[in-house]
C-alpha cells in the first residue's frame, strides 16, 4: 500500500485515502436525440485500439499514483455493454492488476436494454460487475421515438429478468420526465412500469435540451414543443411522492434507492473524493486538479500512445491524455464540496464533518450565502446544524448552488 | 483670390440621394483628391456616418477649378448635415453659401426634408443649382423629376441638369452651373472682421477648430480674435483652409471659407452660429441668426454595471468637445442607481450618442424611455419645468402641465395616406392640410406632441408607408394638456426608471400594455412578482409573473464538474447584469419596454 498521505495532499483535507475510477467509453449504435455527450455512432472499428489505449491508460495513471484503494469502477457511456465481453474483461483485468480494488468494489455497468441476453449478464456477473444500470428512459412508444430510442418495454422487463436470473445484486433504471408533451398521467405511467419492475435503484432526470442536439434543432424549427419546467416540476414532486410510498429513499437530487443500494461510485463524487476518468473526453478530479481527457477518440488513442512511448508528457501525470487541467485552490474546494454535498439530500453539509475536513469553519466562510438560502427556505438545517436542501430547494438547487461560485 | 473668383455652395439632398458621391466626383475632377486616395465619401469622417449613409457634422472643402472660361476659380463645398435633428446646423451652413446644388433621386423624386432645406435656402436667398442624380438607373424618370422640382419651387425644368454621379456622366456640367449661376461673395474687405462659425470639431492638439466662412474684413494668424456671444478672446493656434485636409494659411479674407485653430477647450467657447471678429477694432454687430442649440429630447443612460459610471461620464465629457447640443447632469434613480440625464437635440441625436458611447467607448447602457421638456405650473403660480417623469410633483400641487407640440410635415406616395392619418391621429396629432406635389405624391401637414413623435414614431412611419415616406418636423409650441404619471409598480414598489408622462385618455391602454410587456421580460423569481401601473393612487392594471419552480441541472457526464461550474458562473454573470429593485431581479431591457407600447402585439 503506498503512501495515500501524499497524494491527497491536504488539499482534499481529512478524508479516507481511496479512489474511484470512472472509464468512459463513447460508442454507441445510434445517438439519442437528447444525447450532447461525448458519443460515436459507427466506429466499431476503433473499440480494440480504443480498450488498449484505456488499458495503457490505466497504467500509467496508475504509475503517478500511490496505490490507493480503489472502492468503485464505473463504466459509463455512450454505450459500456456495445464492447464484447472479452474487452470488458481485458479492462477489468488491468483494473486490477494497476490498481488496489478493496475487496467488496462497486463495479458498474450502464447497459442498453436492447438485444442483451440472459448470457450477456451472466458473463458479466463472471467477470464481476455487481451493478447494472439500464437506460429505460420512458415506458412509452412516442416518448421513445421521440428520444430516437430502438428498445421497447417489452425489451426492459427482459433485460431486468436476465439480469435478476444472472444474480446481478444492485440494479438500476433510468427515466426522463419533462419530455415534451409528456402528461403527469404519462410520467406516472413510466415510473410504476419501472417500479413494477422493482429496481434496487432509480434515476430520474430532467430532460434538458441541449445546443447542437436533434431535439434542439426540432424545438427551434417549432416541430417539437419545448419541455414546460412547471409541468416538469410537477412530476419530480410526483415522482417523490410515488417512490416514497414504494420504500425508495431519496438520497440525491436526481437519485433513489433501496437501503444499501445507494450508487457508492456517485456519492463518492459528490462528497468531493478523488476519482480518474479514463477514456476519451473522460473527467476526473486528482492530485489537486481537475482535468478533461481529449475528446475525440483517434485524438485520445494517439496521445495514451505517445505517451506511453515517452515521446509526449502531461503536466498532471496521472491524466496522460488530459486537454484541459485546472489546478485548484482550497477555495475552489470548498465551494465544489459545499455544491456536490448539498445535491446528497439526506446528507447535505455538516458543519462538523466539513470542520473536521478542512479545519475550517462552514458558516465562518458562506455564512451570509448560508442565511439567505435559508431566508428563501431553498436550504433547511437540521438541530445538529447540518445543512439539506429543502423540497423547493432540490428544484432550484441552481439557485443554490450560484451563490457558491 | 479676388472674390470674384470664389463660390461657396452647399449640397442639399435627402439621405442616400447621392450627395457624398457627388462631393466625391467633384473632388476628383477638380484635381482636389487623386484617384489612388479616393477613399469613398471622404467628406463623411466616422466610421457610423459611412454605415448610416448619412452625414452626421458638417464639414467643408475647397477646390480649384478651371472653368470654360478659362479661369480658375476657388470653390468651397460646405457638407449638410442630413437629418432632421440638426436643421439648426443646416442653417448655419447655408448661411455661410451664396448658392446650393439641390440634389434629387431621379427615382424617388423630392423627400419632405429636403423640401425643408430647400426652403430654408430660398429664405437664404441662395442661387439654386437643380440636379436630377441617378440617371443611369432603368428606374430614372429624370424628366418626371425635373417637372416636379419645376412645380415646387419654380425652377425651369430646362435648367435642371441630369446626371449620374456614380458613373460621372455630365458631373462637369454641374461645376460650370456652379461657376456661371452662383454669385460670388459680396463681403467689404475694408470693413470691420466678421465671420461665421459653421461648425467645430475638437482637436487634442489644436482645440476647438472652428470651421468658419469670412463675410467681412480680413483674420490674420497674428491677430486677437473675440467670440462675439461669449466675449471670449483668443489667440489663433493656427489658421487655414481645408483642401480637403487642414493646411495652415496667413490670412482668410472676406468671401473665403477656412478654419481657425482656437485652442480652446470645449465647443461651448465656440458655437456654431456664432460671430467671429477682432478683439480691437471689432464689429459692433454680429452676423445675424445665432441661436443656442437646444435639448428638446431627454433620457436616463446608466451604467450597466455600476462601476463604469466615471467612464460613463469621461465618455460623455468627450463626446460634448464636439458636440455643444448634447447636455447632461448627474442623476440618480432608485432602479438605475448613478447615471445622467442626458438632452438631445432629437431621438436621432440620440441614437448616435448612445451607439457612440456604446461603440467606441465600448460602454455597456442601460438608457430609459427618452422623455420631453414639460413646463409644470403649480397652484402656487410658480411653473417648473420638468425633463423626467420622476420629477413630476404631487397631483395634488399640479395646477396644469403644458407640453411641446412640434409642426411636422410628411412627404408620401398618396396610397398611404389612410395609413399616415391613422399613426397620426392614433398618436394624438392634429390635421392641419394636405397638398397634392403631382398626381401621385402628398405633402400631409399636422401638429403633434413631441413625446409622440420621440417614440418611434419614424420608424413606425417608415413602416405603414414601406420607406416612402420622409418626414420634417419643427418646434409649434407649449400647449396645456390634461396629462398624467403613469407609475409601474414591481413588487408593489414604484420604479422610478418606468415611471412616463402619458395623456390620461391614453393611461389605461398604455399601462396595460406597459404591465403585459413587462410580465415577459421580467424572469421568474424565487417569489411571485406582481406588476401593477398606476394613475396616483389607482391601479389600473395587473399581472403576475409566477414564483419559478425549477431551475436544475440535470445529470452531468461523467463527472464534469467544471462544466457544471461554468455553467453556474454564466447563470451569475447574467445575475450581475439584472438590476436590483427591491428584491427583484429585473434586466435591462424592461427599461426600454415604454419604447415599444405602440407596437401592434
Known amino acids: 500500500m503506498g503512501n495515500g498521505e501524499a497524494f491527497f495532499g491536504t488539499l482534499y483535507g481529512n478524508i479516507p485515502a481511496e479512489l474511484a475510477l470512472y472509464i468512459h467509453i463513447p460508442f454507441c449504435e445510434a445517438r439519442c436525440s437528447y444525447c450532447a455527450f461525448n458519443t460515436y455512432v459507427g466506429q466499431r472499428a476503433r473499440v480494440p485500439a480504443y480498450v488498449r489505449a484505456l488499458q495503457a491508460e490505466m497504467r500509467l495513471a496508475a504509475e503517478a499514483l500511490p496505490r490507493v484503494p480503489v472502492s468503485s469502477v464505473y463504466f459509463g457511456g455512450g454505450t459500456p455493454s456495445l464492447l464484447a465481453v472479452d474487452e470488458l474483461g481485458a479492462l477489468l483485468e488491468t483494473c486490477a492488476d494497476a490498481f488496489v480494488l478493496i475487496p467488496d468494489v462497486e463495479i458498474t455497468l450502464e447497459a442498453n436494454p436492447e438485444r442483451l441476453s440472459p448470457r450477456d449478464f451472466r458473463a458479466w456477473r463472471a467477470l464481476g460487475f455487481n451493478r447494472v444500470s439500464l437506460g429505460m428512459q420512458s415506458a412509452r412508444e412516442d416518448e421513445l421515438r421521440l428520444f430516437r430510442r430502438t428498445h421497447t418495454l417489452a425489451d426492459v422487463r427482459a433485460a431486468v429478468e436476465a439480469a435478476r436470473a444472472a444474480g446481478i445484486p444492485s440494479l438500476n433504471l433510468d427515466l426522463i420526465y419533462g419530455v415534451p408533451r409528456q402528461t403527469p398521467a404519462a410520467w406516472r405511467e413510466s415510473v410504476q412500469a419501472a417500479l413494477a419492475l422493482a429496481p434496487d435503484h432509480l434515476s430520474l432526470y430532467s430532460l434538458g435540451v441541449e445546443e447542437k442536439t436533434l431535439l434542439h434543432k426540432q424545438i427551434a424549427r417549432g416541430r417539437v414543443p419545448p419541455p414546460d419546467p412547471d409541468l416538469a416540476a410537477d412530476m419530480y414532486e410526483l415522482a417523490e411522492e410515488l417512490l416514497a410510498r414504494a420504500g425508495y429513499r431519496h438520497y440525491e437530487i436526481s437519485n433513489w434507492a433501496r437501503d444499501g443500494h445507494a450508487c457508492r461510485h456517485n456519492v463518492h463524487v459528490w462528497r468531493n473524493r478523488p476519482y480518474l476518468g479514463l477514456g476519451a473526453g473522460a473527467h476526473g478530479n486528482v492530485a489537486g486538479a481537475r482535468y478533461a481527457n481529449l475528446r475525440r477518440p483517434s485524438d485520445y488513442i494517439a496521445r495514451v500512445a505517445a505517451v506511453a512511448a515517452g515521446d509526449a508528457r502531461s503536466t498532471l501525470l496521472a491524466a496522460p491524455a488530459a486537454e484541459e487541467i485546472a489546478a485548484l485552490t482550497p477555495a475552489d474546494v470548498y465551494a465544489e464540496t459545499v455544491i456536490l454535498g448539498l445535491r446528497l439530500t439526506e446528507e447535505g453539509i455538516a458543519p462538523c464533518a466539513f470542520a473536521a475536513r478542512f479545519g475550517r469553519d462552514l458558516w465562518t466562510l458562506y455564512g451570509a450565502q448560508l442565511r439567505r438560502l435559508l431566508a428563501w427556505g431553498l436550504l433547511e438545517q437540521s438541530d445538529k446544524g447540518r445543512l439539506r436542501l429543502t423540497p423547493r430547494g432540490r428544484l432550484l438547487a441552481n439557485r443554490v448552488f450560484v451563490e457558491f461560485v | ?601
Open chain 2, 1 to 601: 483670390m479676388d472674390q470674384s473668383h470664389i463660390r461657396n455652395f452647399c449640397i442639399i439632398a435627402h439621405i442616400d440621394h447621392g450627395k457624398s458621391t457627388l462631393a466625391d466626383r467633384m473632388l476628383q475632377l477638380t484635381g482636389t483628391i487623386s484617384e489612388r486616395d479616393m477613399q469613398a465619401q471622404v467628406l463623411d469622417d466616422m466610421e457610423l456616418e459611412r454605415e448610416r449613409g448619412v452625414t452626421i457634422k458638417a464639414s467643408a472643402v475647397r477646390m480649384q477649378y478651371t472653368a470654360a472660361d478659362g479661369e480658375t476659380y476657388e470653390m468651397n463645398l460646405i457638407d449638410t448635415p442630413g437629418h432632421v435633428d440638426f436643421a439648426y446646423e443646416v442653417s448655419r451652413a447655408l448661411q455661410a453659401c451664396e448658392g446650393a446644388v439641390l440634389v434629387v433621386d431621379a427615382t424617388q423624386g423630392i423627400e419632405a426634408q429636403t423640401l425643408a432645406n430647400l426652403y430654408m435656402a430660398l429664405e437664404h436667398d441662395l442661387e439654386l443649382v437643380a440636379v436630377v442624380n441617378k440617371i443611369d438607373l432603368p428606374a430614372a424618370q429624370p424628366d418626371e423629376v425635373a417637372q416636379e422640382i419645376e412645380d415646387l419651387i419654380g425652377l425651369d425644368a430646362a435648367d435642371v441638369l441630369q446626371v449620374s454621379a456614380k458613373t460621372g456622366e455630365n458631373v462637369p456640367q454641374v461645376l460650370e452651373a456652379i461657376v456661371r449661376r452662383i454669385p460670388p461673395p459680396k463681403g467689404d474687405r475694408a470693413a470691420p472682421t466678421r465671420a461665421l462659425i459653421f461648425d467645430s470639431h475638437y482637436d487634442s492638439y489644436k482645440g476647438v477648430i472652428a470651421y468658419v466662412r469670412v463675410f467681412d474684413g480680413v483674420i490674420r494668424r497674428t491677430d486677437t480674435l473675440r467670440m462675439m456671444s461669449t466675449d471670449t478672446e483668443l489667440e489663433p493656434v493656427e489658421i487655414g483652409i481645408f483642401n480637403p485636409h487642414m493646411q495652415p494659411t496667413d490670412s482668410l479674407s472676406a468671401g473665403e471659407v477656412g478654419y481657425i485653430a482656437t485652442g480652446l477647450k470645449t465647443v461651448r467657447e465656440c458655437r456654431v452660429g456664432d460671430t467671429v471678429t477682432l478683439a480691437e477694432g471689432g464689429a459692433p454687430e454680429p452676423l445675424p441668426g445665432y441661436k443656442q442649440a437646444k435639448p428638446m429630447v431627454f433620457a436616463g443612460f446608466y451604467p450597466a454595471d455600476n462601476d463604469d459610471y466615471d467612464a460613463l461620464r469621461d465618455a460623455l465629457e468627450k463626446l460634448q468637445l464636439n458636440d455643444a447640443s448634447l447636455v447632461f447632469e448627474p442623476e440618480t434613480s432608485q432602479a438605475l442607481n448613478f447615471g445622467f440625464r442626458v438632452g438631445f437635440l432629437g431621438l436621432f441625436h440620440m441614437e448616435i450618442i448612445q451607439e457612440r458611447l456604446e461603440r467606441e467607448y465600448g460602454l455597456d447602457l442601460v438608457a430609459t424611455s427618452p422623455s420631453v421638456e414639460y413646463q409644470v405650473v403649480l397652484r402656487n403660480g410658480d411653473v417648473i419645468v420638468i425633463t423626467s417623469p420622476a420629477d413630476l410633483p404631487d397631483e395634488s400641487e399640479i395646477a396644469e402641465i403644458r407640453e411641446p407640440w412640434m409642426f411636422i410635415e410628411i412627404f408620401s406616395p398618396e396610397e398611404y395616406i389612410g395609413a399616415i392619418m391613422e399613426l397620426v391621429t392614433g398618436r394624438r396629432g392634429e390635421y392641419v392640410s394636405m397638398e397634392y406635389l403631382d398626381a401621385k405624391r402628398v405633402l400631409l401637414k399636422y401638429r403633434i406632441p413631441l413625446a409622440e413623435l420621440i417614440v418611434d414614431f419614424y420608424d413606425r412611419l417608415k413602416s405603414v408607408t414601406r420607406g416612402y415616406a420622409s418626414l420634417d418636423y419643427h418646434f409649434d409650441s407649449y400647449r396645456p394638456e390634461r396629462l398624467v404619471k403613469l407609475d409601474v409598480l414591481v413588487n408593489k414598489q414604484p420604479v422610478d426608471a418606468l415611471a412616463m408622462i402619458v395623456h390620461e385618455d391614453e393611461a389605461y391602454r398604455k399601462g396595460q400594455k406597459l404591465v403585459s410587456r413587462l410580465k415577459r421580460l421580467i424572469p421568474r423569481q424565487l417569489f411571485e412578482v406582481p406588476i401593477q401601473a398606476a394613475v396616483g393612487k389607482r391601479v389600473i392594471s395587473r399581472a403576475n409573473v409566477k414564483a419559478l419552480r425549477k431551475d436544475v441541472l440535470a445529470k452531468c457526464y461523467g463527472g464534469d464538474v467544471t462544466r457544471k461550474k461554468k455553467l453556474l458562473e454564466k447563470q451569475k454573470k447574467g445575475k450581475k447584469r439584472l438590476k436590483m429593485i427591491g428584491n427583484v431581479e429585473v434586466p435591462q431591457e424592461a427599461f426600454m419596454a415604454v419604447l415599444r407600447l405602440n407596437d401592434d402585439d
